[in-house]
């Protein structure tokens, strides 16, 4: 039996924003690899000085395409560039690309966000509300269309604990119909300083906005056929397209970077928590899968002339009978850290997890800000520039704005994902693998460090590499052990001079 969701691809023109982050990039590859997918439109604007010319040669010579250029050597010639700006009036598109889209694009695939948590809320709110408004909009318009995915986030309606797979407009201090209209009306410095008004129980701008967008595709586009995505943290791949893909230090694998390079030793986190954690490449089969389950679902409706319900959403995160705390997360890395080592490591890597925020102010004091003012005050020896305070302040700035992430226990309802899974034939759910149920978090943790030294750290997974980074871990280890002595013996050797004297 062929696989149905390769078949519903076949020939198909896709659009998709966001093509150019972690996430996209992947889904192009999964499409490209494994389906006879016509063509990628893929909305991408200049950055930071350099324009769509060469954003797109440097995409194509990504890394992340490597193993399907050895079996699609010009695959990447059908994906072609829709010069536009999320941030912009109309999405920056101009109207021969607008009319091109429209004639051509049979499914949309949303996934452009800013994920910056301190995003002034102003900027945040054209990218991550406006924006999805817009392409509601022209997805309209779009006479071919068949499906059409929202990729939101699992918490964007994180002031709830318990996450069920439906709308939550209740937590909205204000419409987005009204926030939208305030932004057209104000500047940006009244909006930025509307701010904690309008947030209301949000942590920041990020999840607030991806609420805020979710009810624009409930309130403006129940008349297409789309979903909604709502992944958890992404990690590194399991499989696909080749293991351990990863590409940026967001979230956890920012922490576990931190932790193997020897400079992150603590960390606020509550360890019963769920550490709510996906691998990417179960992300982009759900997003194939749940675009062709909306497409059959859209016209089955439309033979039974049933009403168009509310958007599907698809919650995604790790499956209740199959969770990972944080303890979890951090006894599993603590036990594999010894198999793919990094060269680049100052110190012996190991973390502690609390979630007394004194006790973590005074750990800090002995772990980050004691060990970093000694290596500055060697390097200023050396003539050499003094950095580890730059870094922890970094590193601590960065665990402040994961705070609000780090002690709720979240839980995730996912039943349409399971029904998803159980609807699929078996050589989709071979092709098309999402199923948290079984995944075997040690064998996982242990590619995405393999991964995290590979692609992160960029260190080769040679033999001679491999051995020069054990060398130094063992070496660290020794060291470790002994500073944690002298430490502990200068205290009670204090205690035993006073006790003497008095």
């Known amino acids: 039996m062929d696989s149905n969701i390769t078949e519903f691809y076949k020939n198909k023109t896709i659009f998709l924003t966001g093509g150019s982050g972690f996430l996209g990039k992947l889904i192009i590859e999964k499409l490209l690899r494994t389906t006879e997918v016509e063509r990628i439109y893929m909305l991408i604007r200049p950055k930071r000085g350099e324009q769509i010319q060469s954003r797109m040669a440097a995409f194509r010579s990504n890394f992340m395409f490597s193993e399907l250029l050895k079996l699609k050597a010009n695959s990447l010639e059908r994906v072609l560039p829709i010069a536009g700006d999320c941030a912009l009036p109309d999405l920056g598109l101009s109207e021969a690309d607008r009319q091109v889209l429209i004639k051509e694009v049979q499914v949309v695939v949303h996934g452009a966000a800013t994920v910056n948590f301190v995003e002034p809320l102003s900027i945040a709110l054209r990218i991550n509300t406006r924006a999805t408004r817009l392409l509601v909009q022209l997805a309209k318009q779009m006479g071919r269309l068949e499906a059409y995915v929202h990729v939101s986030t699992a918490f964007s309606n994180c002031p709830v604990e318990h996450i069920g797979e439906c709308f939550y407009p209740e937590l909205l201090s204000c419409t987005a119909d009204k926030v939208l209209a305030l932004q057209d009306q104000l500047s940006d410095d009244l909006i930025d300083q509307m701010t904690p008004a309008l947030l209301g129980k949000f942590p920041n701008t990020y999840t607030y906005t991806k609420a805020l967008a979710e009810q624009v595709v409930q309130r403006e586009a129940a008349d297409l056929p789309i979903c909604i995505f709502r992944p958890a943290m992404i990690l590194p791949s399991l499989k696909e397209p080749f293991q351990g893909c990863i590409d940026n230090l967001y979230g956890p694998i920012a922490l576990s970077y931190g932790c193997a390079a020897g400079v992150v030793r603590v960390v606020t986190l509550k360890k019963e928590s769920r550490s709510n954690v996906v691998p990417v490449d179960y992300c982009v089969n759900l997003v194939l899968s749940c675009a062709w389950q909306t497409a059959v679902a859209t016209q089955l409706n439309a033979q039974r002339r049933i009403p168009a319900p509310d958007p599907t959403i698809y919650n995604f995160a790790p499956a209740a009978r199959n969770p990972i705390t944080w303890g979890q997360y951090a006894v599993t890395y603590e036990k594999n850290r010894h198999i793919y ?32 003012f000694l290596i500055d005050m060697g390097l200023r020896l050396k003539g050499q520039k003094p950095r580890m305070k730059r870094i922890y302040s970094k590193v601590h700035e960065g665990l402040k704005i994961l705070l609000p992430f780090a002690f709720p226990n979240w839980t995730f309802e996912m039943g349409n994902s399971d029904r998803l899974l159980q609807c699929m034939s078996p050589q989709d759910r071979l092709k098309f693998d999402f199923d948290m149920n079984i995944l075997d978090w040690k064998q996982y ?58």
């Open 445 to 502: 943790m242990v590619v995405a460090l393999m991964g995290m030294r590979a692609y992160l750290f960029k260190e080769e997974l040679t033999k001679e590499s491999l051995q020069s980074a054990k060398k130094l871990y063992k070496r660290f280890l020794i060291l470790n052990y002994v500073v944690h002595f002298i430490a502990c013996c200068i205290p009670a050797a204090l205690l035993w001079w006073v006790y003497m004297k008095f």
């Open 341 to 372: 080592p990094v060269n680049q490591m100052i110190w012996f890597p190991f973390a502690i997890l609390t979630n007394n925020l004194w006790l973590f102010k005074l750990l800090t004091v002995l772990y980050h800000h004691l060990p970093g």
